[in-house]
């Protein structure tokens, strides 16, 4: 099976009802399937349509579709249900653009630099959103915006945008640029290459989003609907960031009041005839290397048209070929590249004569990351730079941007965060613990902080299956994400998670969470693992103190992890380390978890852990048997399981003898003893944990993390990395 699946349901109706229409233009609903069958490999997903009867030619024998109703036939303007889609699931908000006009007036000549400015409103106050000076409001306040009340959008003058995007800005409630988008901002207007750096959560997606947005404005008078191309082509390095994109943008362009952008987001998992309808319309295109060449290399026009955006954005740049895609990284800049001499592209697509010339001068190129090489500016003005790269990421972001085609020789590097590395709200601690300890002081960790919202990352899947029911078990409400999920269920625990944020909920996640999630309101991020590199660590803890809040993020330190975690703590810290030399600097504090506490928890987590990892240890057990019945049968012997166990249990010996019995053991559990455990856990999460402290109870969360992180005048309580004279020891 490949593909979407179309279904016809047939309705008599009146010849002379019926109109002749192509299948795409077709009002096609998706059909919702069960979940085991979205696990169908290269099986997207089920769509009907109704009104529509199929007619035979008598004569030619070919089939042709005719509408019954006005209703069945989408429209040209791409008022259709795929043309909605949107966001985290597929049921997420309209970001579908107003209807646009029928014509278009001729397009302007590219012109080569500089872009022209958009005309600022008078004074910088727009009508449509309450008055607010917070910066600190996100996305997710959009839903709040009143429209009719004011906002002072001031601050904005500077940069000489459109009244559209003020109002759209005045929408959202940002009264003022942050410093990226102040220092970008203005650099892509004159058109110029940017390479912009800035920690994270600090706005990085409007400092590319404005720029495409007001070239938006200034071209849609201008263009012929029939000679319409993208103006805009995101690539994000993962299919949640590229969906977050999706929504932060479309956020923004939802505010403006005349014509908006189109917006169309392909990433793997999802179904390909839905992108490729939506990808008809697009003025902004986002989306992951995969998914993209996959579409690009089908045909269809879709190269030949890309190569006419005039902005080609790389978001979370360094990750970009880390990720594998390496191959269809290259074959896109390849793509956008080319300049057709005659007949084919890189896809053996055919040109078409309209075409016009390939943008390769006016385009502009933004790339952009919180962790770059420290040394890459040198290296792109030509000097070299014998230093090490500290966050390991130097040959990578190298190699793209030597594939990278700028407009002009030296890019504008922008780094408005050159000495500290992490969030400014963002305080970071670190919990010692035994290697085997680790699920009892995470538990004793959620139980203990104020905080309400956590993300919990793992260096790999098989944790987070793990740690999931672990915590699950523990009453605690908690989500999973991981690349080994199905591609909607990562998006509805992305979904879920981001949904209410005044509820207590935890999200256990790989990497692939690590990266420009903007999820409001999280208190604590906790690294489980110690992450690889420096740049997965400043990213992780990124998810949390965004756009100008606070946040705590949590090492859980095995003995094994100490010393990479101060060499790692030592590159991100090293610039602010010089910064405050000869001073007091402590960059990461110990959280001192009273041992006495995470005692009496002891008892709790353990039966968790055995509840959660027994279903995997009989499961995998099961398969082990089958396999070795098979293997009998194929020997013509007599498989007995026990005998073979007691056998075998002789000869583990040795490395991960300890584990194999443990898994032993959980898989022996019977029914009845799991529902033994459960009983008993249960009657000890009804209990309150005594702390010990003037009888006071840990249900409520008497330890203040956010107190045992506070900077403490000299002392030295607490400190985990010493003064910044040790720092490099
Ligand atoms: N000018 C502004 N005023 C107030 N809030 C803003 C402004 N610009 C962006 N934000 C908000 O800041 C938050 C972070 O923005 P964004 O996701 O663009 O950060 P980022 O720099 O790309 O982060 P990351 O590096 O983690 O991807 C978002 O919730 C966004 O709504």
Redesign the pocket.
Known sequence: MSGTKRKLSRKATSPDKKRKTNLDALRWKEVSLPDRLEDYEGFFGLEEVENVDVVRDPHSGILSYKSTTDHAAASDDGDDDAASWGGFSDEVEDMKPEPKPASKPEPEPKTVAPKSKPNPTKNGKVKGAEKST???????GLENVADGEDVDVSAWRSLKLSPDTMAA?AK???????P??EAVIPQAFEGHDVIGK??????????FGIPILERFLEKRSTTKASNKAPIALILSPTRE?AH?LHK?LG?LFAGVTSEQPALATLTGGLSLQKQQRLLKDADVVIGTPGRLWEIISSGQGVGTALKRIEYLVI??ADRLLSEGHFKEVEDILNTLDRIDTNDDDATGEEDQASEAPASLETRQTLV???TFDRGLQKKLSGKQNRKHNLLGNKETMEYLLSKLNFREDDPQFIDVNPVHQMASGLKEGVVQCGDTEKDLYLYALLLLQQAKRAMIFTNSIDAVRRITPFLQNLNLNTLALHSGMEQKARLRSVERFSENTKSSVVLVATDVAA????I?NVDLVVHYHLPRAADAYI?RS??TA???QEGHSVLICGPGEVAKFRRLVAQVHAKSAMAKLGKQGYFVRTLNVDRKIVSRLKERAHLAKILADAPAAKEKQRKEDDELRRLAEEADLVYDSDEFKKESAGQHRGRGAGRKKKEQELSELTKRDLGAMRAQLKELLSKRVNTGVSEKYLASGRVDVNELLRDREGGKTGEFLGTVDNLWD
Do not use: N, V
């Open positions: 917070s910066t600190a409001a996100t996305f997710a800005l959202l409630k940002f009264t003022k640029p942050t990226i988008q800035a920690s994270t959560g600090s706005g990085k997606t409007l400092a960031l977050q932060h956020a978001d979370e952009f990351s919180a990266r420009g999630l903007d409001p990213h990124g998810r965004r756009a100008g």
